[in-house]
């Protein structure tokens, strides 16, 4: 169903004697530092953009934990807003000098699994005996935003123009955090009516919480041990919260539902607590919609699977990309339906990048998300 | 979701002092024994049904061997084809003498359950810390189908007039075998131009390749290792067979799709090792749809589930039921599209019930399903 | 795909020398007036309630005008809060004295058409020409809800228990408007991101508009020519209204979308030109979301339908019943999302109907609806 | 949602003193003429093929009589078998020599059109008040595949390589006809065991009814009034075969299925006859497909349309298009599934193309699809 769409080009356009731009390179476990890199050549079908705002991503933690493995001098970082610098020879129906954004995810557009409706596995099947990420290509296949250039691939299919109103903070948020929170929404199939629960309200989950009262669910309970983010989580439309810390969210959540249990329960974590969790408050015929970068083996008890016979789904989304995904988000974002701002805790120049990175990986400070800007 | 619908009223029918007839009755683990008892009465919305034709079900040697609980004096059986003796003083649309069959499953209609497109989970969400199945009640907890007469409840909702044209034998894998095998494609959506594999090949999982191949799936991909199995497998649909006991059957579907796995994997037994090779030969993106009755907990590698990220989903799906369901499993036979008649290999009498679970529960003879006639 | 459900039990039952009951009777053509009726009787499946609030709705009005044609002597109205009275012999799982809802069309549960995923459709397929609305039953085949009393077909599949916190009003709209308002964007498959517009903002249009902005439609263009209704529809959910008296709303709405067009458009109105305005604004590929009642023959424009190679679709909806699409809409007025209590305009007592027909026949004095109390 | 992807560069490619290769141009109503052009150059995202099969649609014959308008000097044909004859500079994963089909429907793949998964759309809303079928560029608005020479635009979008055991003629109707006709089936979501009505048995609607059996129906009716397509029809699937010169055929389809109509009814004629007929005989709840590319205003009667209320959807369909559409064709076809070379009923070299057309849009000699060879 997906093709390759490996690019060589990018390795060896990082040749010496060109000119330089800063950086935040993955040296090696527990080591991303700020260094300089030659600006990038852009090839026929890329865009080169010039960040103005980027930001720090679980994943990136990860990646910096050596949990989550990439190439020794590879540039970290998804999630871009920035000014187009410089667009490839075959590129049209763009500017030099557009602000856009582009997706964390960036499918080609022509793949076989773009064409078959699932653009964000717009890779190949298997590497290493791991299935990659097929349309994951910045900061994980190929250099990333953390820096002050980055080129976008296929920027035809990525590049999203940012209406003038939205303030860069503004969409900061909708590259992969609100793309992907939504999707554990609409992967999990919400309808009018349903009663959801989010399981970790990091933010992620603030935004699969979000997106669950986007879409009409009409009793959302979130769950989470940090009290700021049960508040936030409620600015974010949960209709309850259960602090994990206190009371078991399993029995919590039967009680709340008078034992019914809940239509879509969204993973939020990666842990095997959290989605056996989830899978336990499901009502008969429930979804349970993940959103979690496991870490290692998951079980499934064979009582919360009604032995394969409750009509249970477990579905898996990874951050759906596109420019068409990212202008829908920034509707959302200019509509005022749903305001991320309040995800931006902190902020940081890119030159003090590592001790945003040491923020952020200790969770310090009520930290949610860091606003870097070169 | 669900609401309760307990049926007290079917204990305290079997009163002494009535006409008796002979029925398949659980004893203890290991013990199945044909008894009498007495012919139930009808309740205001139930049918009696005079018993022509049934089966014996794989889920049956469940309860047989101890594996799964049900209470000691119940009847066994879940697949009926017979005749309305009586109908219940509420039910109107059916006449007595006409030639019936239901669902293994027999939703109520009124339920929540039922008015929220989720008919087979008609039940209490959980007891004794197991989700039931609610819908499921004959030979589990209410009296079943291995017996003289057999009460239908909600017989508005569950009887199916059986087409003339139509014996026995052709439509007695309605109730659950094709409904349940055809499931397996259906919740795995299969689309024109689908690869499918379907790991074992037993009853439901050759109506489940029998299923992908009615809904356009053009390589279907069969695995077994009993050869009689696979040359039923091609004649039920299959494009080619898999023997798992000569390759390794992952390797051998990755081989035969050149890498790039299948669309939906249907798992058509119920164990970890099914379950995991079926989550292995997924292309990103795929579906995992089970049928299986598994007997201990699951384990999902994290590799074969691309740590939560390859937009893979697993659903389970319990055997549809209904009038409806039955009708249209019907029509599927009286067109000839599929002819099931290929599994019923041996035929009992109801006296000789015993010996069919012998030769059933230990698979002799090339057995695939065996017809019981009163 | 659906069967007779016919009930004529009820004709039977408004016998002579019985208690009595007012109720609001179809005499003849543009004459609706209060008389007495005996209290009917309540068969196995059936409920009678007590009316304490009801309304009138516009098909009543085009019953009124002799537009949709029903049987003299009958009771109009088919939108009932009251109080359990009397349950049938067979009916379980509520009690005498539960106030309770039912929606206005009254699914059996137990029809072919019921058990194929199309409950509102649950009668038979053709009569005198014309298909009629199967599953529509009160006011139109059977008594109805403008009355003293009510008798509840199908009982369980029909009876929604209203919870404690929620008043008669509260609850008033469920049965037919929000389940109609809904039904529009449902059907229409609003997603996150959308841009919906919504033609006539009577209450079944400004329950779309609410529907459309609870699924998640970040931008939502109401459409009407009354001032009045055009605030109500931005307190419902619109971002942008257009008042059609003043400009061209299809050259208004492309306009807005600069060109695009809408992703859906919901016609709820009935009429010709909210019908072709809906079509020529869609995008290609949008859907249009018809919920109006119409009158005559419509016409689709050839170049407004892209001569049938756009991708649209015309999708029609009746209003979803069923005790659990009840629920799930008192869930909605019970978590705040919606409050359909500024529909409710004016108040008259049972007694007074006569009046409260000619009021909102006429439109007079900015009425959107009225509630009845015996 | 759509965005303009208008090439310009193609028209200036024609210029003086190139190559020369045949092409079929229309040069004005009821004239297309062999003729010579430029072999086109060849744009970075394009790739050059040497036709060896293509074929004449009915849609072609629309515009040689002048019912589709398309500029003078264009050439026709939209469904290419071909030799990658030249990639342009961009292009990679392709090699000059490979034998492929592009779809009639070429989507860019990074239009929002496409991303919003409705590839078929792919172009701008509005052009002279009508709007246009923005995929279909092939013959339409750009050059097309009745000459020895065709530029397929984005051509890692829509280069789909032909396996080699398939000959020129199996995958002939791939492009358009197949992928029509199925859509028909696939847009009117069949299931398992529906009842299906295919109005019109032409290419199209023949394969409509192959589609209608791949996707499970139990019942296909086929609708025409040439023995010999129907003949071909009950070849392709269908259970049962209706001749409206003969019958009525909505009466005798009520009539087959004892009144309840059919869940699916394809038009694939675009008539008002076929589109009503189709509308009259759906169940309540069901579905009209339409493939019908329609020259007049449409009207749907009051009654066929049960006032609005019927819940039925009428959806439209253009042929899908892009490499993964005509790789899955391609499998049904090398599956044995459906055999499609029956269509083709005569043969003729490019050089008498004109008597192909003379012969094909005079449907003589029961013609149903000529191949044509260069």
Redesign the interface.
């Known amino acids: 169903?997906?093709?390759?769409i490996e690019r060589p080009g990018f390795v060896e356009r990082n040749r010496p004697g060109r000119a330089k731009m800063k950086a935040a390179i993955f040296v090696e476990k527990n080591r991303i530092v700020l260094d300089e890199k030659p600006i990038p050549d852009v090839?026929?079908?890329d865009a080169l953009i010039r960040i103005t705002t980027t930001t720090i991503c679980g994943t990136d933690v990860h990646i910096l934990k050596g949990e989550y493995p990439v190439e020794k001098g590879l540039t970290i970082g998804h999630e871009p807003v920035g000014i187009i610098e410089k667009l490839g020879?075959?590129v049209e129906?763009f500017a030099e000098g557009q602000r856009v954004i582009a997706g964390a995810i960036t499918p080609?557009?022509?793949s076989?699994?773009?064409?078959?409706?699932?653009?964000?596995?717009d890779?190949?099947?298997?590497k290493h005996?791991?299935?990659?990420?097929?349309g994951?290509r910045f900061g994980n296949t190929i250099d990333g935003a953390q820096a002050e250039y980055l080129v976008v691939p296929?920027a035809?299919?990525n590049l999203a123009p940012v209406p003038e109103a939205l303030g860069d903070e503004q969409v900061l948020m909708c590259p992969d955090i609100m793309s992907t929170g939504?999707a554990g929404a609409?992967s999990g199939k919400v309808?009018?009516?349903d009663?959801v629960a989010v399981f970790a309200q990091g933010p992620i989950g603030l935004c699969a919480t979000a997106?669950a009262r986007?879409?009409?669910a009409?009793?959302i309970i979130a769950v989470d041990r940090v009290g700021e983010r049960l508040n936030v989580a409620r600015a974010m439309g949960a209709?309850e919260v259960v602090d994990f810390s206190k009371v078991d969210p399993v029995e919590e959540i039967?009680r709340l539902t008078d034992?019914?249990?809940v239509?879509v329960a969204i993973e939020a974590l990666?842990r095997q607590e959290t989605f056996e969790a989830a899978l336990r408050v499901l009502?008969?015929?429930?979804t349970l919609s993940?959103?979690?970068?496991?870490?290692?083996?998951?079980?499934?008890?064979?009582?919360a699977?009604?032995?394969?016979?409750?009509?249970?789904?477990?579905?898996?989304?990874?951050c759906p990309g596109?420019?068409?995904?990212m202008?829908?988000?920034m509707?959302?974002v200019?509509?005022g339906?749903v305001d991320a701002r309040a995800l931006v805790t902190h902020r940081f120049k890119l030159d003090d990048i590592e001790k945003a990175y040491d923020l952020f990986s200790h969770q310090r400070d009520g930290v949610l998300k860091v606003a870097i800007t070169p």
């Open positions: 169903m997906t093709d390759t090839g026929p079908l020879s075959a129906g080609s557009g022509y076989n699994a773009c064409l078959c409706g699932c653009a964000s596995q890779g190949p099947r298997m005996g791991f299935k990659p990420m097929g994951w296929d035809m299919t939504f609409e309808r009018i009516g009663t997106g986007l879409m009409g009409t009793r209709d039967l034992g019914r249990g239509d990666g009502r008969p015929g429930g993940s959103l979690g970068v496991y870490s290692s083996d998951l079980k499934i008890p064979l009582d699977f009604a032995a394969g016979l409750g009509d249970n789904k477990i579905v898996t989304s990874l596109g420019k068409e995904r202008r829908r988000l509707d959302v200019a509509s339906r």
